[in-house]
């Protein structure tokens, strides 16, 4: 008789929490009380965004604990992320001689800049942990609060970075920047000698 008052009163509260958790029977409001941003600085920029690559990559890592069985401690993660990288030219460094007009005014001689990369851009939401298999104390750990996600984050940003400089991508960009550059000027009257560094 006991076991089954304790069964019926296990029932109610379930389904209390589930009444009261789902349906919100005294309504409820999100109410936003955030400052407005603020502008804080401003600076020029001198930049040509003429490539940008978007990439993924799967991280696999595993924290190890010495002499411990993994099935106790230690964490193997399978992160995926995805972000972009740009390359760009910054006009901000051309030399004197990068733009030389000919004694008659009709040529230019254009040296184009070499490119470079960006931070990589990380997606956020398209960056999750696929994976991940703990051991009983890191399981404990867990419940005390959310892992922090931080180092894969910075794991992939350096991947990133790197496939980036291991494309096509800065030779896309000085591509693209040489022929925006030999339009423009083109459309202004003149002919243009593209020369090298």
Known sequence: MRGTVVAAVVILLGAAVFVFGQFRPFGGESIDRSQPAMLKSVRDLSQYHAAAGEFQVVL??????????????????????????????????????????????KTVELRVPKPQLDKPNLHHDRSYVFSQERGLINDLQALAGPPDQQKFYVAAEGKLAEAAKQSELLKRAEDNTRVMLTGMLQALGFQVKVVGD
């Open 60 to 105: 696999d890592i595993e924290d190890d604990v010495k002499w411990v069985p993994a099935a106790l401690a230690g964490e193997r993660t399978l992160f995926v992320a995805a972000g972009s990288v740009n390359a760009f030219v910054d006009f901000g460094t051309l030399a004197d001689d990068g733009l030389v007009v000919s004694p008659d005014g």
